[in-house]
C-alpha cells in the first residue's frame, strides 16, 4: 500500500509539525507501508530555494512550486492561489506514483486540494487536523475569532472534513469538534499525539558543567524550553517566580528557546524586578536540549485558557515525561487529556499565578512527590503515548477507506 502525505511544509525544516510528520512516515514504513510526500507551497516561503523533489533523512518529497505566482501577492486570494497551486502539482505526482491513498494533513488549503484531485482520479482521501488554523490565527493575533478570514477558514475546515472519506486528528477534543460539524463519528480516528520513546532518555544527571557556565550551582530552578508564543503564557510563570522569589532566595528562572513573545518577557522580566534571576537562552541545539532539561528542577507548561489550548494537546509534557522531569501544566484541556493530576504531572488553575507559584514550590519542596512522578510519567509515554502504538490506529481506518 502506497500512501502520498500531503503537507503544509517538512523537513529540512524543524517544528512541531514535521517531527510529527516524520514519526508518522518512519512508524508507517515500519508496518511494511509505503509513503511518498508532497508539500505545498508554503513551504517555499520558508524555503525560496527549494529543488523541485528532494530527500532528507531518506524521505522522499515533491515541493510545489508557485504556479499562480501573480496571485500570492494578495491577501485572501492567496489562500486560493495554495489551493490551486498544490492541487496542480498533486494532480501531477498521484499520476506518476499512482497511490492507494491520498492522505492531507492541516491545513484545510492541503485537505480541499486532496479532496478535489482525489475524486477527479477516484483515490480515497483521508483528511488529518493537527489543530484548527483559524484558532492558531488568533491565537498569534492575526485574526479575530468571528471576523471574515477567521469565517472563511473555518468554513474552508468543515468542508473539507464532510468531502473527505475519512477524518484523522490528533486528540478527543479535536474530534469532538468534528463530530459536532455534522460528521459522523465512526468516520473520525484519532492519532493520538506521542513521543517516539527510543529518543527520549531519562534525564537524571544535572549537566554541571553547564550549570556553572549559566551560574546556576546551588540555585532551585523553573523554567520553560520551547517556543515562546503567546498562547504559551509564559507571562504567568516570571509572575509565579516573582512571587516564589520571597521564599525562595536560591531560585532561578530558566527560559529556553525564542519567540515572538520573548521581547514582552523581557521587558515584564525587568518590570517586576526578576530580571537577576532569569536568564535567557536563545535557542539551543537540537542536540544539546537534553542538557538544559537536566538543569530545570520544575518545568511549567502555563498555557492560557483558549480554544487552541482547550481543544489541542500539545507534546511538551509527553517529552517530559519521557525524560523522568518534573512540571505543572494549567489545567487547559489539551493537558487535561494528558496529565493525569498528582499521578503522571502535576495541574494549575490556569490564568493564576499564585496557583502556579504553590504548585512549583510543592514539587521543590515535596522531593517524595517528585520522585512518585517521575516513573509514572515515563511509563505512560512508554505504554500509551509511543508513536507504534499511536500509528497502529491507521490500520482499520485505511482498509476501510480502501474497501469502500
Same mark, same amino acid.
Given at each position: 500500500?502506497?500512501?502520498?502525505?500531503?503537507?503544509? %511544509?517538512?523537513?529540512?525544516?524543524?517544528?512541531?509539525?514535521?517531527?510529527?510528520?516524520?514519526?508518522?512516515?518512519?512508524?508507517?514504513?515500519?508496518?511494511?507501508?509505503?509513503?511518498?510526500?508532497?508539500?505545498?507551497?508554503?513551504? *517555499?516561503?520558508?524555503?525560496?530555494?527549494?529543488?523541485?523533489?528532494?530527500?532528507?533523512? /531518506?524521505?522522499?518529497?515533491?515541493?510545489?512550486? &508557485?504556479?499562480?505566482?501573480?496571485?500570492?501577492?494578495?491577501?485572501?486570494?492567496?489562500?486560493?492561489?495554495?489551493?490551486?497551486?498544490?492541487?496542480?502539482?498533486?494532480?501531477?505526482?498521484?499520476?506518476?506514483?499512482?497511490?492507494?491513498?491520498?492522505?492531507?494533513?492541516?491545513?484545510?488549503?492541503?485537505?480541499?486540494?486532496?479532496?478535489?484531485?482525489?475524486?477527479?482520479? /477516484?483515490?480515497?482521501?483521508?483528511?488529518?487536523?493537527?489543530?484548527?488554523?483559524?484558532?492558531?490565527?488568533?491565537?498569534?493575533?492575526?485574526?479575530?475569532?468571528?471576523?471574515?478570514?477567521?469565517?472563511?477558514?473555518?468554513? =474552508?475546515?468543515?468542508?473539507?472534513?464532510? %468531502?473527505?472519506? %475519512?477524518?484523522?486528528?490528533?486528540?478527543?477534543?479535536?474530534?469532538?469538534?468534528?463530530?459536532?460539524?455534522?460528521?459522523?463519528?465512526?468516520?473520525?480516528?484519532?492519532?493520538?499525539? *506521542?513521543?517516539?520513546?527510543?529518543?527520549?532518555?531519562?534525564?537524571?544527571?544535572?549537566?554541571?558543567?553547564?550549570?556553572?557556565?549559566? /551560574? $546556576?550551582?546551588?540555585?532551585?530552578?523553573?523554567?520553560?524550553?520551547?517556543?515562546?508564543?503567546?498562547?504559551?503564557?509564559?507571562?504567568?510563570? $516570571?509572575?509565579?517566580?516573582?512571587?516564589?522569589?520571597?521564599?525562595?532566595?536560591?531560585?532561578?528562572? =530558566?527560559?529556553?528557546?525564542?519567540?515572538?513573545?520573548?521581547?514582552?518577557?523581557?521587558?515584564?522580566?525587568?518590570?517586576?524586578?526578576?530580571?537577576?534571576?532569569?536568564?535567557?537562552?536563545?535557542? !539551543?541545539?537540537?542536540?544539546?536540549?537534553?542538557?538544559?532539561?537536566?538543569?530545570?528542577? !520544575?518545568?511549567?507548561?502555563?498555557?492560557?485558557?483558549?480554544?487552541?489550548?482547550?481543544?489541542?494537546?500539545?507534546?511538551?509534557?509527553?517529552?517530559?515525561?519521557?525524560?523522568?522531569?518534573?512540571?505543572?501544566?494549567?489545567?487547559?484541556?489539551? %493537558? &487535561?487529556?494528558?496529565?493525569?493530576?498528582?499521578?503522571? /504531572?502535576?495541574?494549575?488553575?490556569?490564568?493564576?499565578?499564585?496557583?502556579?507559584?504553590?504548585?512549583?514550590?510543592?514539587?521543590?519542596?515535596?522531593?517524595? $512527590?517528585?520522585?512518585?512522578?517521575?516513573?509514572?510519567?515515563?511509563?505512560?509515554?512508554?505504554?500509551?503515548?509511543?508513536?507504534?502504538?499511536?500509528?497502529?490506529?491507521?490500520?482499520?481506518?485505511?482498509?476501510?477507506?480502501?474497501?469502500?
Amino acid at each position: 500500500m502506497l500512501i502520498l502525505h500531503v503537507l503544509d %511544509h517538512s523537513l529540512p525544516l524543524h517544528s512541531g509539525y514535521t517531527f510529527r510528520s516524520r514519526a508518522i512516515f518512519e512508524h508507517q514504513r515500519a508496518l511494511g507501508w509505503q509513503t511518498d510526500h508532497v508539500t505545498s507551497t508554503k513551504h *517555499a516561503d520558508a524555503a525560496p530555494d527549494q529543488p523541485d523533489q528532494e530527500t532528507v533523512e /531518506g524521505l522522499h518529497f515533491w515541493r510545489t512550486p &508557485k504556479y499562480s505566482s501573480a496571485l500570492h501577492g494578495l491577501p485572501i486570494v492567496n489562500q486560493y492561489a495554495v489551493i490551486r497551486d498544490l492541487e496542480r502539482r498533486l494532480t501531477e505526482v498521484a499520476r506518476q506514483v499512482k497511490p492507494d491513498i491520498l492522505h492531507a494533513h492541516s491545513p484545510a488549503l492541503n485537505g480541499v486540494a486532496a479532496v478535489r484531485v482525489g475524486r477527479r482520479l /477516484g483515490i480515497p482521501v483521508g483528511y488529518e487536523v493537527r489543530g484548527f488554523w483559524e484558532d492558531a490565527a488568533v491565537s498569534h493575533g492575526t485574526a479575530k475569532e468571528g471576523d471574515l478570514r477567521y469565517r472563511i477558514t473555518r468554513g =474552508l475546515e468543515t468542508w473539507a472534513l464532510k %468531502h473527505a472519506d %475519512h477524518r484523522f486528528c490528533i486528540c478527543e477534543g479535536l474530534r469532538q469538534d468534528i463530530v459536532a460539524r455534522g460528521i459522523p463519528a465512526d468516520t473520525v480516528t484519532v492519532i493520538p499525539n *506521542a513521543v517516539n520513546i527510543e529518543n527520549f532518555q531519562p534525564v537524571e544527571q544535572r549537566n554541571e558543567a553547564l550549570a556553572a557556565e549559566l /551560574g $546556576l550551582q546551588g540555585k532551585q530552578v523553573v523554567g520553560f524550553i520551547g517556543s515562546f508564543y503567546f498562547y504559551e503564557g509564559l507571562e504567568l510563570l $516570571l509572575e509565579a517566580a516573582a512571587l516564589m522569589r520571597q521564599q525562595r532566595p536560591d531560585l532561578h528562572v =530558566l527560559m529556553v528557546g525564542g519567540g515572538p513573545a520573548e521581547a514582552g518577557l523581557r521587558e515584564q522580566a525587568a518590570a517586576l524586578g526578576i530580571d537577576d534571576i532569569i536568564t535567557f537562552t536563545g535557542r !539551543v541545539p537540537q542536540g544539546k536540549v537534553s542538557d538544559y532539561y537536566s538543569l530545570v528542577d !520544575v518545568l511549567a507548561y502555563p498555557r492560557q485558557s483558549m480554544r487552541i489550548t482547550e481543544l489541542v494537546t500539545p507534546l511538551k509534557p509527553l517529552e517530559a515525561m519521557a525524560q523522568k522531569r518534573l512540571f505543572v501544566a494549567s489545567d487547559v484541556g489539551g %493537558h &487535561k487529556e494528558l496529565v493525569e493530576d498528582g499521578k503522571t /504531572g502535576i495541574l494549575h488553575r490556569a490564568g493564576d499565578a499564585a496557583s502556579l507559584a504553590e504548585k512549583m514550590s510543592l514539587l521543590l519542596s515535596d522531593k517524595d $512527590l517528585g520522585e512518585r512522578l517521575k516513573p509514572a510519567g515515563r511509563a505512560f509515554v512508554e505504554s500509551v503515548r509511543n508513536w507504534r502504538v499511536s500509528i497502529d490506529n491507521y490500520q482499520d481506518a485505511y482498509q476501510r477507506m480502501l474497501k469502500n
